[in-house]
């Protein structure tokens, strides 16, 4: 088994854990996540700890399996969030409701609705904070507002990760 499997997950106070024939079911503050059950592998709760066990002699998914479960964990305790920056003369972002308005130097305002369980949020008018419990429901909205204008190699314009490096392109020499 992996090493990333043999370690327990810890389950902090105010998180519950249920397993039934489908799978592992994690309730806490931010919410309520589900794991479909994986093949090969056994989930057991033990006292305030998930240990994972693996029948078969097939550990290709107990590593992926116990990462999964542990993201649910925090997921639910303390959530995820990414920010996002817009770089650009113009480019700002207001809430509309629940969803997010977007000037991005098109013709057109750019309307982007918030899927189940995530929420935006504005702090000022070029940044956006996308919060929630499932680490990857987080970045598939991230990813998806920074598709709508990704930032350019010349000027660096566009929708950003907060804390990315653009390394830009030197202009045409005449």
Not at 51 to 57: A, F, H, I, Q, R
Not at 83 to 107: H, P
Not at 118 to 132: H, N, R, S, Y
Request: charged share 25%; aromatic share 4%; with cysteine.
């Amino acid at each position: 088994m992996s090493r990333v499997a043999k370690m327990p997950v810890t389950i902090p106070k105010g998180v519950e854990c249920a397993m039934n024939a489908e799978g592992l079911t994690v309730k806490g503050p931010k919410g309520t996540l589900k794991i479909a059950r994986t093949v090969g592998v056994d989930v057991k709760l033990q006292g305030q700890e998930l240990t994972l066990d693996v029948s078969g002699g097939d550990y290709t998914m107990a590593g992926t399996t116990r990462a999964l479960i542990q993201n649910m964990v925090k997921g639910v305790s303390e959530g995820y969030q990414k920010k996002l920056e817009l770089v650009g003369v113009g480019y700002r972002a207001a809430m509309q409701g629940k969803d997010l308005n977007l000037t991005l130097g098109f013709s057109h305002p750019v309307l982007f609705k918030a899927p189940d369980g995530i929420t935006l949020e504005t702090p000022t008018q070029t940044e956006v904070l996308v919060k929630g419990a499932d680490k990857q429901l987080v970045g598939e909205a991230a990813a998806k507002i920074r598709a709508f204008r990704p930032p350019e190699p010349y000027k660096g314009k566009g929708v950003r990760y907060s804390g990315e490096k653009i390394s830009l392109k030197e202009a045409k020499k005449a």
